[in-house]
């Protein structure tokens, strides 16, 4: 194990993805004594509400309910393209923070931005292992990426228990009060998707269904491409409704 790095860097295409996508498990580790770090890969600049000074302020106050240090990469909101700079500047990152593990986005997304991101950062761990890269930093490879499911049904390959942390978890998409449904923040205007009442119950319904499939009140989901490896399978959590 490496000793000067992090646990685990939770990358998102937008502040707020990593929130609704794994703020659970975040919640988890931090009780657990795990450093962290939350990336943002865009600067918000598209956003129908609110605007990217605001979308700063809220990430920030997220990340201090998590316990995690938060930084943005500030590439462009809406066009964010897997190629080269988007891949340094995570790279950079990567080779800064030293983590384990990787957390972010599935491949298969109704938004573009959410698919680049997750080939960005598959392509960015790869090659911040390189001795030879043209890039800053000592070389680094993350042990592990792990992608948390959004709006799509994927099939997942474990689900992480958030039970105890799901008012936390909800706690950390309302400091995100420009995007998602509030009615005392009427001064945020622009209808969309986010920003229904529905949108809120959606979220609850789909960390009900995963953690009905670990017999847990919430949960939430994810993928690895590498099958992961169990160390102790007497280990694993009760599979039973408490
Ligand atoms: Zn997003």
Same mark, same amino acid.
């Given at each position: 194990?490496?000793?000067?790095g992090?646990?685990?860097?939770? #990358?998102? $295409?937008?502040?707020?993805?990593?929130?609704?996508?794994?703020?659970?498990?975040?919640?988890?580790? $931090?009780?657990?004594?795990?450093? +962290?770090?939350?990336?943002?890969?865009?600067?918000?600049?598209?956003?129908?509400?609110?605007?990217?000074?605001?979308?700063?302020?809220?990430?920030?106050?997220?990340?201090?309910?998590? +316990?995690?240090?938060?930084? /943005?990469?500030?590439?462009?909101?809406?066009?964010?393209?897997?190629?080269?700079?988007?891949?340094?500047?995570? #790279?950079? @990152?990567?080779?800064?923070?030293?983590?384990?593990?990787?957390i972010?986005?599935?491949? %298969?997304?109704?938004?573009?931005?959410?698919?680049?991101a997750?080939?960005?950062?598959?392509?960015?761990?790869?090659?911040?292992g390189?001795?030879?890269?043209?890039?800053?930093?000592?070389?680094?490879?993350?042990?592990?990426?792990?992608?948390?499911?959004?709006?799509?049904?994927?099939?997942? %390959?474990?689900?992480?228990? #958030?039970?105890?942390?799901?008012?936390?978890?909800? $706690?950390?998409?309302?400091?995100?009060?420009?995007?998602?449904? /509030?009615?005392? @923040?009427?001064?945020? %205007?622009? &209808?969309?998707?986010?920003?229904?009442?529905?949108?809120?119950?959606?979220i609850?319904? &789909?960390?009900?269904?995963?953690?009905?499939?670990?017999?847990?009140?919430? @949960?939430?989901?994810?993928?690895?491409?590498?099958?992961?490896?169990?160390?102790d399978?007497?280990?694993?959590? +009760?599979?039973?409704? @408490?």
């Amino acid at each position: 194990m490496d000793q000067d790095g992090l646990d685990f860097m939770a #990358i998102g $295409a937008h502040a707020d993805d990593v929130e609704l996508g794994c703020a659970g498990t975040l919640l988890k580790l $931090a009780a657990l004594g795990r450093r +962290g770090v939350v990336v943002d890969l865009t600067d918000a600049s598209m956003g129908t509400r609110g605007t990217p000074a605001v979308r700063l302020r809220e990430a920030a106050a997220a990340a201090r309910k998590l +316990g995690v240090t938060r930084v /943005n990469l500030g590439l462009p909101d809406g066009r964010l393209a897997d190629g080269w700079e988007a891949q340094e500047k995570l #790279i950079r @990152a990567i080779r800064e923070h030293r983590p384990r593990v990787l957390i972010t986005h599935h491949w %298969s997304e109704e938004h573009p931005d959410h698919e680049a991101a997750a080939r960005i950062v598959k392509a960015a761990s790869y090659k911040s292992g390189l001795a030879k890269l043209d890039c800053p930093g000592k070389p680094f490879r993350p042990q592990r990426i792990f992608h948390f499911i959004g709006g799509e049904m994927q099939t997942p %390959s474990f689900c992480v228990d #958030i039970t105890a942390h799901w008012r936390g978890k909800l $706690a950390t998409i309302h400091c995100y009060k420009s995007q998602f449904h /509030n009615p005392a @923040a009427k001064k945020y %205007s622009g &209808r969309t998707d986010i920003s229904s009442a529905a949108f809120l119950e959606s979220i609850e319904a &789909r960390h009900r269904v995963w953690g009905a499939r670990i017999k847990r009140k919430y @949960a939430e989901a994810f993928v690895s491409v590498e099958l992961p490896e169990v160390l102790d399978i007497t280990a694993l959590g +009760g599979a039973r409704f @408490a």
